[in-house]
């Protein structure tokens, strides 16, 4: 995949990319790691700024997962600084102090959105599916599975299910919920 997607730049383009990935800033882990740092420095001096604008910290936690995606391109890529390679405690983790628990290093995102993200979204528009296959199972499978919940979905039902015990699905809708969001991150794709 990480090929198509380079295929897409002219030669010299993938050259600037790595270049800007290893060396501008000190490479791309080095900003993953100051951005990080700086959150640690936000909190230890300046508590009182980041509880009267709480979104300066959601904008660091945005950084920070754009950082480390671009970190993960590099690693792929061998684009490492080598005086800034990750390794072992670099980059730092994010600050745990900061949020409630760390999740795979990625930044959390407090419990209770801001009143004004409820105001913009709310309320949630929610599906739950729950999908399951045997150890006979393979991918085609599952991918039919989905397939019948899309359809019942494009048919307008709000709950549904179709299994034997062991493999099938089960899904629900609920057009309008208070929440919460299932998601504990500002965004995200793995």
Known sequence: ?????????????????V???????????KRVDENRELVELLHKKAPALLQEFPWAEDWL?????????????ATSLGA???????????????????????KDSMPIVPATPSQRWIDNAYPLQKVTVHLQGTRHSNREDIISQLEGVLERLRAGDLVG?????????????EPASAGPSFFDTPAGYV
Do not use: I
Not at 8 to 15: D, M, W
Not at 62 to 68: A, G, I, L, P, R
Not at 161 to 173: I, Q
């Open 61 to 73: 936690r945005s950084n920070d997962e754009v950082f480390t995606a671009l970190g993960r391109l």
């Open 19 to 29: 270049m800007v990935l290893e060396k501008v800033g000190g490479g791309v882990h």
């Open 161 to 173: 299910e179709d299994h034997d015990d062991d493999f099938g699905y089960r899904f629900t809708v």
């Open 80 to 102: 490492n600084n080598p005086q800034f390679a990750a390794g072992p405690g670099f980059p730092r983790s994010w600050p745990e102090s900061c949020t409630s628990s760390a």
């Open 1 to 17: 995949m990480l090929r198509k997607v380079l295929a897409l730049f002219r030669p010299e383009a993938q050259h600037g990319l």
